[in-house]
Structures are given as structure tokens and as C-alpha cells.
């Protein structure tokens, strides 16, 4: 049933993500960067909102429930918001060390991959 709720979370969150892009088509005439930019902070205000309301019991979810929202929807929508989240619970926790090296290292890593996959696909293609 899990598997599901991140299904069906994860359609609702992709069809939320495509609308933001054609919401910036349509009145700026381009989405990029401003859509994504969008959802990453959106993603994650609203995942952060969600984390405090359930830390601080304002919000009781079941593990259904949050599968749904933060790996479905959230995850569907941006998964910017869960790197924000995981980064801001290492730092909130105390390890400071890991959360700058969380950010650090998969923004390194990111941007070797994915210039290396560009050239992989520019060299088969």
C-alpha cells in the first residue's frame, strides 16, 4: 500500500511540477530558471512548515501519510526540498560538518555527473 501512496503522491507532485513550468511559459514567455527556482523554494517552505508542525505534534501523520507527502508529492514536485531537509537536520542536530559536506559534495558531484553524462550522450549521439 506504501508503494501507492508514493505513486500516487509522486503523479500529483509531477503534475503540480509541470503546471509551475507552464505557468512561467505562459506569463514570462520561458520557464527556466524561474520554475525551477520556484519549486526548489517552495519545496522546501512547505516541507519545512511540515517537518516543524510534526517535531513540535501540531500535525500527527501516519507513516502512510508521510510517505505520501514528503516522497510522493514533495518528492514528485522537487526533490530539492528532501536534500534542504536532510541537510537542515544534520546542521540542526549538531553535525554542522556533515551538513556542509551534504551540500558541498553533491553539488561537486552533480555537476561532474551530469557534464559527464552530457559528454557520454554527445559521444554516442
Known amino acids: 500500500m506504501i508503494w501507492l501512496a508514493v505513486a500516487a503522491g509522486g503523479a500529483l507532485g509531477s503534475m503540480a ?4 513550468n507552464i505557468f512561467f511559459a505562459h506569463v514570462l514567455e520561458r ?6 527556482a ?6 522546501s517552505a512547505v516541507i ?4 516543524a508542525l510534526i517535531a513540535t505534534g501540531r500535525l500527527h501523520l501516519s507513516a502512510e501519510m508521510r510517505t505520501f ?3 510522493g508529492i514533495l518528492g ?25 559536506w551534504n551540500v558541498a559534495l553533491q553539488i ?16 554516442i549521439g
Open 17 to 20: 511540477r509541470h503546471g509551475v
Open 31 to 36: 520557464a527556466t530558471p524561474y520554475a525551477t
Open 38 to 43: 520556484s519549486v526548489n523554494l517552495l519545496g
Open 48 to 51: 519545512g512548515l511540515l517537518a
Open 69 to 71: 507527502v514528503f516522497v
Open 76 to 100: 514528485g514536485f522537487t526533490t530539492f526540498s528532501s536534500f534542504m531537509l536532510d541537510t537542515f537536520t544534520l546542521g540542526h542536530g549538531g553535525d554542522h560538518a556533515t551538513a556542509f
Open 108 to 123: 561537486a558531484f552533480g555537476l561532474v555527473t551530469i557534464w559527464a553524462g552530457y559528454r557520454i550522450g554527445v559521444a
